[in-house]
């Protein structure tokens, strides 16, 4: 990994865990009051916010440091298109908790968009390959080209799976 890297990859863990004390400190009780924080905090920066509570059947999962929340800032550069699927997608990072990759829009009438898939959920797997990283979707969707495939994404708490082709 080159030192840009490990910069970058240091500062998203710096920010994971500054978005965390900030909510730690706001008092944060519910998910409103965390999003509408995150949404400031991250509007100052200039950035937008993905913010999701973490669930399991409706009960609230603590994922590390006592949070209930996955919580990223992120910038316009870091959005990556998928124009096939018709969807946007951020990384959530090295240190944040939950594993995949957020989905920041969905175009109407897409593959996606027809899949049931809405902004929110996280793809955890693509065609049988763990995503983590929007770079493995790629490659993932790239492979499968002109087959059905199943995706598996969490959507507040609930694992589900679609099938897409295109």
């Known amino acids: 990994m080159t030192s840009t890297g490990k910069r970058f990859s240091y500062a998203r863990f ?10 730690a400190l706001s008092g944060c009780s519910s998910m409103y009051m965390a999003k509408d924080q995150m949404n400031r ?12 509570e973490a669930t399991q059947n409706g009960i609230p999962v603590v994922l590390d440091f006592g949070s209930t929340i996955v ?13 096939g699927l018709g969807i946007d ?3 959530l990072g090295e240190s944040n908790p939950a594993k995949g990759v957020g ?13 049931g898939l809405r902004v929110g959920d996280i ?8 995503i983590e990283k929007p770079a493995e979707l790629r490659a993932a969707a ?6 059905p495939v199943t995706m598996k994404f969490r959507r507040e708490g609930h694992d589900l799976t679609a099938t897409v082709q295109f």
Do not use: W
């Open 14 to 23: 710096l920010l994971a865990c500054n978005c965390a004390l900030l909510m």
């Open 41 to 52: 905090y991250c509007a100052k920066r200039g950035e937008h916010a993905f913010v999701k």
């Open 71 to 83: 919580a990223v800032c992120y910038s316009d550069e870091d959005i990556v298109h998928f124009p």
């Open 89 to 91: 997608v951020i990384p």
């Open 103 to 115: 989905i920041v829009s969905v175009l109407s009438r897409s593959i996606a968009d027809r899949a």
């Open 123 to 130: 793809i955890s797997e693509y065609a049988g390959q763990t």
């Open 142 to 147: 790239d492979a499968a080209a002109g087959q």
